[in-house]
C-alpha cells in the first residue's frame, strides 16, 4: 500500500493569487478616464496644429534669425550702432549714453507696480462683498450666491485688455484709470473666489458666540468671521498682485504704460528696438522675481507663518525665517493644530500692545501707504467714473456701440473654429507639460529621487521655469518662433513644465508612506515601489493639477491670440483694433461660455474624484 504525501502548505504568493482583487474605486475609474480623456486630446490637438519636423525645423530657422536681430543687447543707458566693414560684415559699438535712459526705465518699473498694486487693491475691496454673498456660510439666500458666484465667472472669462479697450475708448477716454479698473475688475475673478473659499472654511464658534450675545449680521462678520480668515486674504491679495505684475505684459499691447508697453513697442521698434527686447525681458524677469520675494516675506511677516511654497519668494522667505528664531517659533505655533483656534482668535482680539503687535502694525499702516502712493502716483482721474456713458455704449447709431453684439463679417462657423484652435492650443501645451513633467517631477520628489543631488537638480529646473513669467516667454517666443497656434502651444508648453512639475511632485511628496514602507520591507525594488504605490496614490491629485493647468492653459491661450497665436484671441484682436466694440461683446460671449463649459467639467470631475 502506497502512502501519498501531503500537500505542501500553500505559500504566500499561491495565498495571495487566490484573493480576489477588490473592485477599483469609481474615483479610481474617472481619475484613468480623465487623464486618458486628457492626453487624448492633447495628441489630437498637437495633430491637429500640423506639427511636424519641417514646421519645428522652420521654428528653429526662425528662433536663430531671432537671436541675430536681439544681438548685441542694448540696456539702458548705453547705445549701439552697426559700422559697414570693408569685408561686407557689421561691426557693432556700443557706446555710453548716460543716466538718462535708466532713470527712464527706473520710472517705467515705478509706474508698472504703481498700477498692479492699485488694481490689486481696488480687486481686494470689491471682492470682500462679493466673496460674503458667495460662501454658503454668509450668503444671505441661494440667488445671491448664483449672482456673486457667476460675478466671479465673468470677471475671470474676460481678459483685462477688453476691460482696458472699452473703457478707454467707450468711457474714461485716456489716462491710468482704465488699467486699474481693468486689473480690478478682472481679478475680482479669482480674489472673490479664493476669498470666499477662506470664508466657508471658518469656524463657526466665533460667529455663533457674537449671535447670542445679540450681534448683528455684520458684527458676526466683521468680528467674528474676519479676524480668522484675514491671513489668508493678506495671502491672496499679495498672490493676486504677483500674477497681475505679470499679466501687465500683455496690457502693453493696448497701449497701457509700463514695462509691457516698452518690452511691445521693441519688439515693433525694428533693428533698434529688437537689441532692447531680451533686455527688457531679462529686467521684467528680475522684477517679478523681487517682488515675489518681497511678497512672501510680507505674508511670514504679517501672518507669522512660515511659508511653504516652492517658488522663489517662498524659499527665500524661509531661508531668512530659519536664521530668526522668532519666527520659527511662530510657525511651529500656527501647526499646533485646530483645537486651540477658537482660543487663539480670542487672544489675537484682546492682545497687549506688546513689541510684535507695534512692528505687525507698523508693517500693516505701511502697506496702506503703499497703495495710497501707488493711487497717488498713478493718478486716476476718478471723476471719470460717474461720467454718464450709458447712451454712448447702447447707442445704435455710434461706430463705437457695443449693443447688440454681432460677429461683423463672420458667421458662428469661423467663430466656432476659432474656438476649437484656442481649446487646440490649450491641450496640445498641457500634453508637452505632461510629457515634461511626468520625468521632471518624480524626480524632484523626495520620496522618489534616488538621492537629494537629483533632487535639487531637479527642483532647481522647475524652479527656474517658475521664476520666468509664463506669458513673457509665450510672447518672445511666439514673436521668436513666428506667428500661430504652433508657437504658442509650445511657449505655454514650456511654461506649464514649471508648474506642473512642481505639483507632481510635492503630491508625490504627500502621500502615505505606510505602502512605500511595506513594499520595501518586502525586498521591492525602487521601481517597483514607485509603480506600485507611489503613482497609483497620487493619481487623484495629478487629475486635479492637469484640469488645473488645462483651465489656466485655455485662458492664457485666449490671450496669446492676441499677440499673435491666432484662435478667438485673434479674433478679440482684430475687433478692438477696429473699436468694433459690438463685435467685442460677441467675442467676449462666446469667450465667457467657453471658460464656464470648461469650469463646470472640472468642478464635475472632481466631485467625482471624491
Not at 37 to 46: D, E, K, P
Not at 306 to 335: F, L, M, Y
Amino acid at each position: 500500500m502506497t502512502l501519498l504525501a501531503p500537500p505542501a502548505p500553500p505559500t504566500l504568493a499561491d495565498r495571495v493569487a487566490t484573493v480576489p482583487r477588490p473592485a477599483p474605486r469609481p474615483s479610481t475609474i474617472v481619475s484613468y478616464c480623465a487623464i486618458i480623456a486628457i492626453l487624448g486630446l492633447g495628441v489630437w490637438s498637437f495633430v491637429a496644429l500640423d506639427y511636424s519636423m519641417k514646421s519645428m525645423e522652420t521654428t528653429g530657422k526662425n528662433i536663430t534669425r531671432f537671436l541675430s536681430m536681439a544681438t548685441p543687447m542694448q540696456w539702458p543707458g548705453w547705445d549701439v550702432a552697426g559700422e559697414r566693414q570693408a569685408d561686407g560684415s557689421t561691426a557693432y559699438v556700443t557706446t555710453w549714453v548716460g543716466f538718462e535712459p535708466i532713470w527712464q526705465m527706473l520710472l517705467t518699473i515705478i509706474i508698472t507696480l504703481a498700477l498692479v498694486v492699485a488694481g490689486t487693491a481696488l480687486a481686494a475691496v470689491l471682492s470682500i462683498p462679493v466673496a460674503y454673498g458667495a460662501a454658503r456660510n454668509t450668503t444671505p439666500n441661494l440667488t445671491v450666491m448664483a449672482l456673486c458666484r457667476g460675478i466671479g465667472i465673468i470677471a475671470r472669462a474676460i481678459p483685462d485688455v477688453v476691460f482696458v479697450v472699452i473703457f478707454a475708448f467707450l468711457w474714461f477716454n485716456s489716462g491710468t484709470l482704465p488699467a486699474i479698473v481693468a486689473i480690478g475688475l478682472h481679478s475680482v475673478g479669482m480674489i472673490s473666489k479664493m476669498f470666499a473659499d477662506a470664508i466657508e472654511q471658518t469656524e463657526e464658534g466665533p460667529r455663533l458666540a457674537i449671535r447670542s450675545a445679540g450681534g448683528s449680521k455684520a458684527q458676526e462678520f466683521w468680528s467674528g468671521v474676519v479676524p480668522q480668515v484675514l491671513p489668508a486674504w493678506v495671502a491672496v491679495t499679495l498672490h493676486r498682485a504677483d500674477i497681475n505684475l505679470r499679466g501687465t505684459v500683455i496690457l502693453g499691447v493696448v497701449g497701457v504704460v509700463g514695462i509691457g508697453y516698452e518690452l511691445h513697442g521693441a519688439l515693433h521698434g525694428g533693428p533698434a528696438g529688437m537689441r532692447r527686447v531680451i533686455p527688457i525681458v531679462i529686467i521684467i524677469i528680475a522684477l517679478c522675481v523681487v517682488f515675489e520675494i518681497v511678497s512672501s516675506l510680507l505674508r511670514t511677516r504679517l501672518l507669522n507663518v512660515q511659508p511653504t511654497g516652492k517658488g522663489v519668494g517662498d524659499t527665500v522667505a524661509r531661508s531668512v525665517a530659519r536664521r530668526n528664531a522668532k519666527s520659527a517659533e511662530s510657525a511651529r505655533e500656527t501647526r499646533t493644530g485646530t483645537q486651540d483656534r477658537n482660543a487663539r482668535i480670542e487672544a489675537a482680539m484682546h492682545r497687549p500692545w506688546d513689541r510684535s503687535r507695534i512692528s505687525n502694525t507698523l508693517w500693516v499702516w505701511l502697506g496702506i501707504l503703499i497703495v495710497v502712493a501707488a493711487f497717488v502716483y498713478a493718478a486716476p482721474d476718478a471723476t471719470k467714473l460717474f461720467a454718464p456713458a450709458w447712451d454712448q455704449i447702447v447707442s445704435a447709431e455710434r461706430d463705437r456701440a457695443i449693443w447688440p453684439p454681432h460677429f461683423g463679417s463672420r458667421d458662428w462657423a469661423d467663430v466656432l473654429a476659432a474656438v476649437v484652435t484656442t481649446i487646440q492650443i490649450a491641450f496640445a501645451a498641457t500634453l508637452m507639460a505632461t510629457i515634461v513633467s511626468a520625468f521632471v517631477g518624480p524626480l524632484s520628489a523626495r520620496n522618489v529621487a534616488p538621492n537629494s543631488w537629483v533632487r535639487n537638480m531637479f527642483r532647481g529646473i522647475a524652479l527656474f521655469i517658475r521664476a520666468i513669467p509664463d506669458l513673457v516667454v509665450a510672447i518672445l517666443f511666439i514673436i521668436a518662433a513666428g506667428i500661430g497656434p504652433q508657437a504658442g502651444a509650445l511657449a505655454l508648453g514650456i511654461g506649464g513644465v514649471g508648474l506642473l512639475a512642481k505639483l507632481i511632485g510635492d503630491s508625490m511628496e504627500e502621500v502615505p508612506n505606510g505602502p512605500e514602507r511595506a513594499l520595501v520591507a518586502a525586498g521591492g525594488a525602487r521601481t517597483q515601489v514607485f509603480f506600485s504605490s507611489t503613482m497609483p496614490m497620487s493619481v487623484p491629485a495629478m487629475v486635479s493639477h492637469l484640469l488645473y493647468l488645462l483651465e489656466q492653459n485655455i485662458r492664457s491661450a485666449t490671450l496669446l491670440g492676441i499677440v499673435g497665436a491666432g484662435g478667438i484671441g485673434f479674433l478679440l484682436l482684430n475687433a478692438l483694433q477696429g473699436r468694433h466694440f459690438d463685435e467685442v461683446l460677441a467675442y467676449v460671449l462666446v469667450i465667457i461660455a467657453m471658460v464656464v463649459v470648461v469650469e463646470s467639467a472640472s468642478i464635475l470631475i472632481r466631485r467625482a474624484l471624491k
